[in-house]
């Protein structure tokens, strides 16, 4: 599996923001879909995952109502689309795909950094 996610910039508080993950994927396997993110100093965190079919997902406490998302399978994409940034948002956002919802990434993309100004 390969992913490769885009989308990332220099934003100002407030701004919205789209990231894209192109992946490549095993057709007779199926694989949760998820974006992380690690801050300067700080351990990588969950921001969000999607399942498979796409009928399940998961936001961490701090982007939800704010942050969606979205699979689309035919595309071979997963995007995030992030609503009302603020500067703790700021990090590199990585997409990953993990065989079970919860489970560990299997596979990693290489990041896109997001920058949020003040």
């Known amino acids: 599996v390969q992913l490769q996610a885009s989308g990332g910039g220099l934003v100002q508080a407030g701004d919205s923001l789209t990231l894209s993950c192109l992946y490549s994927?095993?057709?007779?396997?199926?694989?949760?879909l998820g974006w992380f993110r690690q801050a300067p100093g700080k351990e990588r965190e969950t921001v969000a995952r999607i399942s498979h079919s796409g009928a399940r997902t998961y936001y961490q406490d701090s982007v939800k109502g704010r942050f969606t998302i979205s699979r689309d399978n035919a595309k071979n994409t997963v995007y995030l689309q992030m609503n009302s940034l603020k500067p703790e948002d700021t990090a590199v956002y990585y997409c990953?795909?993990?065989?079970?919802?919860?489970?560990?990434?299997?596979?990693w993309g290489k990041g896109t950094l997001v920058t949020v100004s003040s």
């Open positions: 994927v095993d057709t007779s396997s199926s694989y949760s």
């Open positions: 990953a795909a993990s065989s079970g919802f919860a489970s560990d990434p299997d596979y």
